[in-house]
């Protein structure tokens, strides 16, 4: 028996429309970074980049388990002597809704030259209107036909 090894070429997408809101930042990233990756296709390949089209609808209701809400503190550093910034999880959620969604998407995706790649594949929007039905009704149409 051989093993199978997908080609470039041979990469088909799909794209995924998912619902966050109401549910666990975690558990969600998990499940995003994984249609991301393509591990749900029995074509997966580790170093081909076949992972599909992901739109991340309602980010601005994504949740937190128990009280992490008030707890969790992102962040960033300019490099600079007293350079760090501190932004908590509500102002950020408040302000930026899909930066929530992309950094935790990210930090779970395997740090290496594919990880950019498939983050532009990641489409977020802190409402339920998106500017990809175009995607989703030719993939709707297209399975109809069959």
């Keep these: 028996m051989k093993t199978y090894m997908q080609?470039?070429?041979?990469?088909?997408?799909?794209?995924?429309?998912?619902?966050?809101?109401?549910?666990?930042?975690?558990?969600?990233?998990?499940?995003?970074?994984?249609?991301?990756?393509?591990?749900?296709?029995s074509t997966y390949t580790p170093h081909i980049d076949g992972g599909d089209f992901v739109v991340v609808i309602n980010a601005s209701n994504v949740a937190l388990s128990r009280n992490k809400a008030d707890k969790k503190v992102y962040f960033r550093h300019s490099g600079f002597p007293g350079g760090l910034k501190e932004i908590p999880f509500k102002k950020m959620l408040a302000e930026h809704p899909e930066q929530v969604i992309k950094l935790a998407v990210k930090n779970m995706l395997p740090k290496n030259k594919l990880r950019q790649?498939?983050?532009?594949?990641?489409?977020?929007?802190?409402?339920?209107?998106?500017a990809?039905?175009?995607q989703f009704n030719y993939q709707e149409s297209a399975t109809k036909k069959k």
């Design 117 to 130: 790649l498939r983050m532009n594949r990641l489409k977020v929007y802190p409402g339920d209107k998106h």
């Design 7 to 41: 080609k470039t070429a041979e990469v088909k997408r799909d794209w995924h429309l998912v619902d966050v809101g109401g549910q666990i930042l975690g558990r969600i990233a998990t499940q995003i970074a994984q249609k991301l990756i393509g591990k749900h296709k």
């Design 132 to 134: 990809h039905e175009s």
